[in-house]
């Protein structure tokens, strides 16, 4: 198993910026609660993904919101490679910026999903796919082809 270190990264800060948001806290009310200082440039760099956080900082971050690291650990995890191997990730955001003919059925969905969601991802089953391919007028392994590119 692959891991794509930024894809991995960006889930992470929108783990622990939904935690945060989940608490009522501004940055700065989460800055105040950290056993170190940090810049809340830095916290606002952790959730937008751009920048890596040390284990002991994340378990910092965690512990001040109450949050075991394993629970949100596992939240990321699961989004990244998904539990279900019935299941194929779709980037929405990828999909609508794609402006290849052989996708245009899927554009406008992907731009709907993408304003009903905070996830940029989504993960879709095989008849969803299939039922996909079939408006794309393309073989699903094809499909399957594009959106891993797209990934």
Request: net charge neutral; proline share 5%; with cysteine.
């Amino acid at each position: 198993m692959l891991i794509d270190a930024d894809a991995y990264q960006r889930v992470l800060g929108e783990e622990l910026r939904k935690l945060r948001k989940r608490r009522g806290w501004t940055r700065k009310e989460l800055n105040q609660r950290l056993q170190s200082e940090i810049s809340l440039q830095t916290l606002a760099t952790y959730e937008l993904g751009t920048r890596h956080c040390s284990v002991v900082r994340l378990v910092e971050l965690c512990v001040a919101m109450e949050e075991p690291p394993q629970d949100l650990l596992a939240r990321v995890h699961h989004r990244v490679f998904g539990d279900d191997p019935g299941q194929v990730r779709v980037n929405l955001a990828r999909v609508a910026e794609d402006d290849s003919p052989e996708l245009s059925p899927l554009r406008r969905w992907a731009e709907d999903r993408l304003r009903q969601s905070s996830s940029p991802e989504i993960q879709l089953d095989r008849s969803a796919l299939e039922r996909m391919a079939e408006l794309c007028g393309m073989p699903i392994q094809q499909l399957l082809s594009r959106l891993a590119e797209l990934a």
